[in-house]
């Protein structure tokens, strides 16, 4: 039986203070919007049954360096419950491993705190023009948003709020995540949990932009809701993840509607690639120390030049993809030396 099996995903309110997570909080709203039912954590014997029949999916590289072997898996931040149990390979990998280290323990309270308020690490408050803020306001009613609460985050995070809210109509939940549910596995299983970035990087990333740069990203992101290309992206990325066809999700960019532009382009390759040498950085020093680590990072830092596959493989590790029943691109097995 899967080591999932007799472990329920952590309860949902644990997480109340990842600013995020309002998107599992959604009030009523006075509105004729009907909006998704509140996720909840499921019980033990949906986990099981779920175990049972449960499907390797995602992206997962066995790395190999000093007579030590540790894994490398792609992750998906939202999900649905069905595909988030993971699979006997997956789970050999997890069970095999000392320490589990993902871009940042989400359910350690201290983290969760930090987030709370950007301006601690010298992030400046950023006010939308008022007719930007208006197309804010709309679109969280829209998708059923917490207006009050959301009012006093930064606009990035009130975007990225939106944009969570919006999955939960294609029956894609945070909850279900990769990060919550094998952040529960390894506190479950006693394992060593790491992170491999600081709060302050993440949010630096994510909202270090100046004024101009923050207010046309947003004004890009609410223009897809408006025209309805939001969602199906959304969707697009996550069923190419459920279905491990990692050639089609190499080609992100192309589809994504996300890098139409010099600006959209900029904050993809802060928030994405520019991060992925200190993650790979962060996971060679876990396995000098000497542990087997599964390094479990957001499947998107998988692609491209600076892609965390090619960065490890340059720093001396073997590094083989693991083929998945569920892979569906043509070439899956890569060996790079």
Excluded at 202 to 212: K, S, T
Excluded at 246 to 251: I, L, S
Excluded at 291 to 313: E, I, N, Q, S
Aim: net charge neutral.
């Amino acid at each position: 039986m899967s080591a999932f099996a007799s472990i329920c995903l952590p309860p949902l309110k644990m997480c109340e203070r990842l600013i995020f997570l309002l998107a599992l909080l959604v009030p009523s709203i006075a509105t004729a919007q009907i909006c998704p039912a509140q996720p909840t954590a499921p019980s033990n014997e949906k986990i099981q049954a779920l175990a049972k029949s449960a499907k390797d999916r995602g992206f997962l590289w066995k790395i190999e360096k000093d007579g030590r072997t540790g894994y490398l898996y792609g992750t998906i931040h939202v999900n649905k419950l069905e595909w988030s149990i993971p699979g006997p390979k997956t789970v050999a990998a997890l069970a095999a491993s000392e320490l589990i280290a993902f871009e940042l323990d989400i359910l350690d309270p201290d983290i969760q705190a930090q987030f709370s308020d950007p301006s601690k690490f010298g992030i400046k408050p950023t006010v939308l023009p008022a007719k930007l803020k208006q197309r804010m306001e709309a679109i969280a009613q829209r998708v059923c948003a917490p207006a009050a609460a959301m009012a006093a985050m930064h606009p990035i995070l009130q975007l990225a709020t939106l944009t969570i809210l919006d999955a939960r109509f294609a029956e894609l939940e945070m909850g279900y995540g990769s990060e919550i549910v094998m952040t529960g596995f390894a506190r479950s299983a006693k394992k060593t949990v790491a992170s491999l970035e600081t709060v302050e990087l993440q949010m630096r990333a994510l909202m270090g932009g100046d004024a101009d740069e923050i207010i046309t990203s947003v004004e890009s992101g609410l223009s897809l809701f408006e025209a309805g290309k939001q969602r199906k992206p959304i969707e697009q990325l996550i069923g190419v993840w459920a279905r491990s066809d990692f050639a089609e999700f190499q080609n992100y960019e192309k589809w994504c509607e996300c890098v139409n532009t010099e600006a959209e382009a900029k904050f993809y390759r802060r928030l994405n690639d520019d991060r992925n040498p200190g993650l790979a950085a962060g996971i060679d020093k876990l396995h000098r120390e000497g542990k087997r680590v599964f390094a479990a990072v957001g499947a998107l830092h998988m692609t491209g030049p600076k892609a965390l596959p090619t960065l490890l493989a340059n720093m001396g590790y073997k590094v083989e993809r693991v083929v998945f029943e569920t892979d569906g691109g043509p070439a899956a097995a890569t060996q790079q030396k």
